[in-house]
């Protein structure tokens, strides 16, 4: 079974694109991109996960959408038009950037490179500005939706660059996105991302509570939700979420580590920024405790498992 669900893609030139990191994002998103009819070539640090790449979407696209895997990002890049990566963290995205085996020092003159690392605003500004010294464009392009969103070829993302950087990556990476959206120049995309956490750290914490709280009452809570999710109190996280953390299942999604990360630099920046939360504040502390539980991999909605 393929790693990404059908979707129809519209009518885009066919580019020759690269992307950097494999992971359960970047892998089913590379794949669009592939079976969206563009020339793929793919790097991964674990050099059998870009095999396996590979294999998967060559014989789904008649061999016609791949170049393979390179060895390093300066090779994956070297050919690229536009080179996509979605990696773990700021020291992640600057070891496939910068240094002699890094992709900026690959590139053709011109060529774009849009991160959907989830990182921090400072880094994206300082690969911006390393990018144009070398003449070079740069689009910080954090996503949302999940692994199911990166799947379904439907992911949010939020985008912070230069218009024409801008203009020349979304018709492109509408292949895995439902909506590509320019926030305000470099570093943009990210302080939005921040946002996106922000909302649902608060919201996680509110449907746990709400789901302990009837629980404890003595409610069905299966059918409580159905009522209450076709009013005000209905959210993304109720109608995807709901129904699985009164099941007691957090095996999916996205993982309480990857939430700590993010919240931690959503921290870090209101440091800088002056902005006060204390709500985010307390709920990562919450998401500490579900660590010390032994979720590191649960979903993050497993907030509520702190409750019982």
């Not at 570093?187 to 956490?197: C, D, E, P, R």
Request: glycine share 12%; with cysteine.
């Amino acid at each position: 079974m393929s790693s990404i669900n059908p979707k129809t893609y519209e009518a885009t030139p066919s580019r020759q694109i690269a992307f950097l990191g494999l992971g359960v994002m970047g892998y089913p998103m590379a794949g669009h991109l592939a079976r969206a009819g563009h020339k793929v070539t793919v790097y991964n640090r674990s050099a059998a996960k870009s095999q396996a790449w590979c294999a998967e979407f060559a014989p789904a696209t008649g061999g016609k959408a791949l170049s393979g895997h390179a060895a390093t990002p300066k090779l994956a890049a070297a050919q690229a038009d536009i080179i996509f990566c979605c990696v773990g963290n700021d020291d992640d995205l600057r070891s496939v950037t910068l240094g002699p085996d890094g992709a900026f020092v690959g590139m053709k003159p011109g060529a774009l490179f849009v991160d959907h690392t989830t990182a921090s605003a400072n880094v994206a500004r300082e690969l911006s500005l390393a990018a144009s010294q070398l003449g070079l464009q740069f689009v910080d392009a954090p996503v949302s939706g999940g692994q199911a969103g990166a799947q379904n070829g439907l992911l949010t993302v939020m985008c912070g660059g230069e218009q024409a950087a801008f203009d020349a990556a979304q018709p492109v990476a509408m292949a895995f996105s439902k909506a590509f959206t320019l926030l305000g120049g470099s570093g943009a995309g990210q302080l939005a991302k921040m946002v996106n956490q922000i909302c649902i750290a608060g919201l996680v914490q509110g449907l746990s509570e709400a789901i302990a709280f009837g629980q404890q009452a003595g409610l069905d809570m299966t059918q409580v939700l159905d009522v209450i999710g076709k009013g005000a109190a209905q959210s993304w996280q109720m109608d995807n979420r709901g129904k699985t953390m009164v099941a007691g299942k957090f095996d999916f999604g996205f993982a309480v580590d990857w939430m700590r990360k993010d919240l931690g630099l959503v921290l870090d920046e209101a440091k800088r920024n002056g902005a006060r939360l204390p709500v985010t504040a307390l709920v990562d502390q919450f998401y500490a405790d579900v660590q010390q539980m032994g979720g590191r991999r649960w979903d993050t909605s497993s907030l509520i498992k702190r409750l019982k």
